[in-house]
């Protein structure tokens, strides 16, 4: 599948980078459009990909069109695009807040084929994660290669679009959450003598190697979590304190507060 990506910003680049990684033989068939032709044109030296000078141009070599730019744009975009389509190409979207039916009617095509995708930043380091939703005009070959794509940053998995807002809170607004946590130990840290730069790699560290045993042991977390309190010890006096001050409520209004947002939102 020829893949073509509409801006070139943090979330595009991150998938262009990730799927060459991947799959470096698909060089030939990864196409991008952006009206910062000197950004463009810089990523394009740097990988390899092909430049396109116009929509149009974009729109004749792709199969899959990666709409990698803001929700904003889309009123604007999309009728231009439906203009240009072509009854085999596919439509990816990876704006929050835009339905797949505000899509279906802004492009006005017949059997539009369309994936809705929420990702969130950590792409940008190929730790992405990624839910997809698709219309009834996708086959399950074209949602397999959209999925690829996404997996090559990352892990992806298939939701309704009715979970999209609660993709959200988990995960598209979540590694903000993580940040701050990561930013609290730190200073806390620095408060108790260590320099920030060892703060940093302690603090995000843990985080990291913490996931992973959630991901890759199978124990669930709260058992991972009992099994390191042990009684009379350092780590329960910290999770008796993060629980007496709303640790668990605090983290789950935040999640209801981008769902809600999300769900306000979108069109």
Known sequence: MKFGFIGTGNMGTALIKGYMTAHPAELKNLFAYDKDTEKLQALADEQGITPCES???LMKNADAIVLAVKP???DSLLPE??????AHQVLVSIAAGISISYMEKLVDASGIKIVRVMPNTPAMVNEGMSALCRNSSITDDEFDAVSELFRSVGKAEVVSEN???????VSGSSPAYTYMYIEALIDAAVAGGMSKEKALVFAAQSVLGAAKMVLETGVDPVTLRE????PGGTTIEAVKVLQGNGFYSNVQDAFNAAAQKSKAMTK
């Open 72 to 74: 904003g744009i889309f």
């Open 81 to 86: 695009i439906g203009g240009l389509y072509q």
């Open 227 to 230: 099994n390191v309190c042990s």
């Open 55 to 57: 929509l149009e141009e």
């Open 163 to 169: 979970l999209i807002d609660t993709v959200i809170g």
